[in-house]
């Protein structure tokens, strides 16, 4: 463990923590980029309100959590004031105010998917689309990550160092039995509480419940505004590690993590997995929805991909601890 104090090695990790920054320069989610997409979702809102007078259209997802890149999806979730009457006839009703126009729009109506959907694909503006109804998790979710990247500045040069990484690796895709997108940056954002003494970033949920225990319509306020609440943003960690010390700390972490265990960053902390619970039981990793208490990892429960990406995080260690350098592992 001496190599690793060295002075060297010191500069070597302050070199890792420049390319981090300069890859999440080059390639994070712009405000003109933002604006974008900003656009469009209002063009479709004035559309569906021709129908529904009292929707809201929200951008969510990456898109919209802080943890945006140049490639990210955009996701839509209507959302409305008060009761509706949500199911697969309000999303033929919808999907039909595009259907009029194919020569722009491209549809298809998912009804089976766990959150049926509307796929939506404007070929005049090049923009793609999920549509969801109601899908409050979705929502509350994106608030919740996009309050955790404005509580670090290290957070989301991390994550997206990080989410590159498991794209290269081959290690995300949940159609493939493998890590949600979301999942990904759930494991950097706990490694960040729990992985790190002191912690890098706090459980925001526990520590300032009722920014997070708002009413529907205040988180929808406060996910489209350009801040976040003023509590979390004046958070200062006690951690000083550099982003070079933090990203080889995350692969070390989970290189040694005990898998059995339930990860949570609404507490900060991991805990014994439920013995009653098959949605606990069956999948190979852990890892509790912050909003609706599910597995966000429920996906990983084939013995073959569980392997493949635990092999993954050790074998990114082996590399940064051989040449502390982003191009070991991108």
């Not at 959150?115 to 005049?124: A, M, S, T, Y």
């Not at 949605?279 to 909003?291: F, T, V």
């Not at 990406?309 to 991108?330: C, H, M, T, V, W």
Request: aromatic share 10%; hydrophobic share 35%.
């Amino acid at each position: 463990m001496a190599s690793f104090n060295s002075s060297s090695r010191n500069d070597q990790y302050h070199q890792l923590g420049a390319q981090i920054r300069q890859k999440f320069q080059d390639n994070r989610q712009t405000s003109e980029v933002f604006d974008r997409k900003n656009r469009w979702r209002k063009e479709i809102e004035d559309l569906v309100k021709t129908v529904y007078p009292s929707c809201r259209l929200v951008l969510s997802g990456s898109s919209a959590n802080g943890f945006g890149s140049i490639h990210s999806d955009i996701d839509l979730v209507l959302c409305f004031e008060g009761v509706a009457v949500t199911g697969p006839s309000m999303l033929r009703r919808i999907e039909s105010l595009f259907t009029s126009n194919r020569r722009r729009f491209q549809t298809e109506v998912i009804p089976s998917a766990r959150v049926p959907i509307i796929k939506l694909k404007d070929r005049e503006r090049s923009f793609e689309t999920d549509i969801s109804v109601e899908n409050w998790t979705s929502v509350k979710n994106a608030f919740v990550l996009k309050c955790y990247s404005e509580c670090d500045p290290r957070v989301k040069p991390l994550v997206m160092a990080i989410k590159l990484w498991a794209q290269r690796a081959g290690i995300t895709d949940a159609k493939l039995k493998r890590l949600a997108g979301f999942a990904v940056v759930l494991l950097v954002i706990h490694y960040l509480q729990a992985g790190c003494t002191p912690s890098v970033v706090p459980a925001l949920q526990q520590m300032f419940p009722a920014v997070f225990q708002a009413s529907n319509s205040i988180i929808i306020d406060k996910l489209t505004s350009d801040d976040v609440p003023a509590q979390i943003r004046a958070f200062s960690s006690g951690n000083k590690q550099s982003l070079g010390e933090l990203v080889v700390g995350f692969f070390q972490y989970y290189s040694t993590f005990n898998w059995s265990r339930t990860m949570s960053i609404r507490s900060g902390n991991t805990r014994p997995t439920s013995t009653y619970d098959k949605i606990w039981q069956r999948p190979c990793i852990r890892l509790e929805d912050p909003s609706d208490g599910g597995n966000v990892a429920r996906s990983v429960y084939d013995s073959y991909e569980f392997s493949r990406i635990k092999s993954a995080f050790s074998s990114a260690l082996s590399r940064l601890r051989r040449n502390p350098s982003l191009e070991e592992i991108l």
